[in-house]
């Protein structure tokens, strides 16, 4: 067992990469360091923090499990004090339970290393434990290190046969800016540049393509696949895939169905990574 910034952790690799997560806290996986190297990919921000209504709220870096949509209550409930980690084969699977008067939920990670491919699988879920309906969506969100650029497809196929409907969406927040230098849209991508700047900026779009990629300076592309749903089954004006970054981090986020939880119900959202060495031309996922 090892240490991240004082938060005890466990390992587990293949041949291609090793994952740190940590064994008391989070969900949360805080390391992806290609084999041969030192070099975290993942975000590292353990002083960063906000307050929520129930305390301060540490995303500390790396890749956690939200549910929303962003409802202070809810989504910042803090999770860096517990959890329960349980080895399982080639993985762990990682559980944190909310027990406050307003809801009571578990939010549970499983992630499963593929032994001979640079391969891992992440099951998101969660489960209501109240006694009363609760609406949420699985938020997987990612903190990666700055330096790079990421990519969320567009659709390339028509919405109709005539090319009457419209078949693409760009969902801006209050602080995003069109003219911020990083962003770039293209016909068939929104890229944004992981350059440090104090404003923020976020996008989201729905993509029927189903990955997601981040490509860093340092020559490695990490390629996220989901299952994709019917538009009108997502939060955030029908949004799959998020982007924000600021100053010292970049998130890629996926978001599962938003749905209404009823007691003991649970829903779940799986990523697929896939970790390559040399460039996202390379790979042709355009």
């Known amino acids: 067992m090892s240490d991240y910034y004082g938060y005890p952790t466990r390992s587990i690799s293949n041949k291609y990469?090793?994952?740190?997560?940590?064994a008391a806290a989070g969900p949360r996986i805080v390391r992806l360091i290609p084999a041969g190297t030192n070099l975290n990919l993942m975000a590292e921000v353990p002083a960063a923090f906000w307050d929520s209504p129930h305390g301060r709220f540490y995303p500390l870096g790396g890749h956690r499990?939200?549910?929303g949509p962003e409802i202070p209550e809810i989504t910042y409930a803090p999770d860096h004090k517990s959890a329960v980690l349980q080895e399982i084969s080639d993985g762990f699977c990682i559980a944190h339970e909310d027990h406050f008067d307003s809801f009571e939920l578990l939010k549970e990670l499983t992630l499963k290393i593929d032994p001979?491919?640079?391969?891992?699988?992440?099951?998101?879920?969660?489960?209501?434990?109240?006694?009363?309906?609760?609406r949420v969506l699985p938020w997987a969100i990612t903190q990666f290190r700055m330096g790079g650029k990421a990519h969320l497809p567009l659709s390339k196929?028509?919405?109709?046969a005539l090319q009457l409907l419209p078949n693409r969406n760009l969902v801006l927040w209050p602080y995003s800016r069109l003219e911020d230098n990083r962003f770039c849209l293209n016909n068939t991508c929104v890229e944004i540049d992981a350059i440090p700047d104090a404003e923020a900026l976020k996008v989201g779009i729905y993509s029927p393509e189903g990955w997601a990629a981040i490509e860093f300076l340092e020559g490695w592309v990490l390629v996220k696949r989901f299952k994709v749903l019917p538009p009108e089954q997502h939060g955030d004006f029908n949004t799959n895939l998020q982007c924000y970054v600021r100053d010292n981090?970049?998130?890629?986020?996926?978001?599962?169905?938003?749905?209404?939880l009823q007691p003991q119900e649970e829903i779940l959202h799986?990523?697929?990574?896939?970790?390559?060495?040399?460039?996202?031309a390379d790979l042709k996922l355009n």
Do not use: C, Y
């Open 17 to 22: 990469f090793s994952l740190d997560v940590l």
């Open 270 to 280: 799986v990523e697929e990574w896939e970790l390559h060495q040399g460039t996202l």
């Open 157 to 160: 196929v028509p919405a109709d």
């Open 65 to 67: 499990l939200w549910a």
């Open 249 to 260: 981090f970049i998130e890629l986020e996926t978001l599962g169905q938003l749905t209404t």
């Open 116 to 134: 001979l491919s640079p391969h891992v699988t992440l099951t998101h879920r969660l489960k209501n434990l109240g006694q009363q309906p609760l």
